[in-house]
């Protein structure tokens, strides 16, 4: 297994959470880790992305000032910090890394993880 998300859950509007992925294997040296997310009955989305090295981030319009994704690379981890949820955000949560860095927007990721739900009640 090279990455398990954990964190999700049921949250209200307004209110916050925190995902986590923990990294195993080559996943947890990939040069970029990201967060994807797929609400039911629409195509999977770019959310954030971050480097090995957590120099660099990336953010979807939709979630910029309300998300931060952060690392700490001596626990394997990965975290994407949300606030101020919408119903929108309502969707499975996906972290996914890539052993090469993105020079365009992409979601070829070499390693997925099995998602996590996160659920926004308005």
């Known amino acids: 297994v090279q990455l398990v998300e954990s964190g999700g859950g049921l949250v209200q509007a307004g209110g916050s959470l925190r995902l986590s992925c923990a990294a195993s294997?080559?996943?947890?040296?990939?040069?970029?880790t990201g967060w994807f997310r797929q609400a039911q009955g629409k195509e999977r989305e770019f959310v954030a992305r971050i480097t090995w090295s957590g120099d660099t981030t990336v953010y979807a319009d939709s979630v910029k000032g309300r998300f931060t994704i952060s690392r700490d690379n001596a626990k394997n981890t990965v975290y994407l910090q949300m606030n101020s949820l919408k119903a929108e955000d309502t969707a499975v949560y996906y972290c996914?890394?890539?052993?090469?860095?993105?020079?365009?927007?992409?979601?070829?990721?070499?390693?997925w993880g099995q998602g996590t739900q996160v659920t926004v009640s308005s």
């Open positions: 294997g080559r996943a947890a040296s990939s040069a970029v």
């Open positions: 996914a890394a890539r052993q090469t860095m993105v020079i365009v927007p992409t979601d070829d990721y070499d390693y």
